[in-house]
């Protein structure tokens, strides 16, 4: 659990999005403040909840530990077929990994991860712990069904992040993450089709490191998460902007609206 991809908080964000198609619409008061412990809300609140825990998990991981890359990456698939590659490659100042597989549980998948060193403002090949200053770390996934049912969901994912100041207590990242779902279904006898697109900007989020312990034991200072949602379903669209304020004790403020109603609230990430 915590080692999930981005793509998987994002998506039961998304999906939670559906649940609150036109229920604003039955506030009786009117009102633009929502109750954030309406029962209503609660999945949405617990959606939000885990996109923050896995952009968190995914982004410290690399903070704490930069140089596991790129040998630590984490193997969930079966032995290598004859169509399917895992090249790396250092170029350009970049380590870039890509891992294609065109016959894994009917599915096709690509992940393609490139990372940079800085020692200042120079770009370096190797990882010198008491020197690095700063890692850039871009991420692309697909998943892609190659099966003959009905019923499936393709996804592509991107990552761009950068870290500064590594040697320093007030240590940052800042960047973006893009995701979208095409969920296909049946309904009624016939297929359906929803769409998902995701984004979320990191706006120079400090965080503290303590490098006794698991990379998980770090957490947040300051800075901003900013989420944006928005889903199409047959006839249906909904769209959510969420911003989340970090605390100097790791502790998340959160303002989420859907055109209509807005709720705030706080709660402290987990990163699972």
Known sequence: MLRQSLAVGLFLVLAATLTFVGCSDDNPTNSTVGDPNAPAFQPMKAAIAQAVDSTLAMSLKFAYKPNRYPSDIDWEWPALGPNDSLLYNYVGDWHVLYL????????????????????GTTAVQYFRSPYITGLD?????????????????????????????????????????????DDYYVEGGSQKTARYEFTANADDITYS?????????????GGTLTLTAAVERDDASVEWDITIEFQSNGAAQVSATDGHLTYSYTFTPEYN
């Open 137 to 181: 770390l871009i991420r692309h996934q697909t998943y892609t069904y190659t099966g003959s049912g009905d019923d499936y969901t393709n996804i592509s994912s991107s990552l761009d992040l950068s870290f500064r100041d590594l040697q320093d207590p007030t240590r940052y990242f800042y960047g973006d993450a893009q995701v979208t779902i």
């Open 100 to 119: 294609g597989l065109s016959t894994a549980f009917d599915y096709s998948y690509v992940y393609v991860d490139s990372a940079r060193f800085w020692e």
């Open 209 to 221: 490191v303590d490098h006794a312990n698991p990379w998980y034991d770090s957490y947040p200072t």
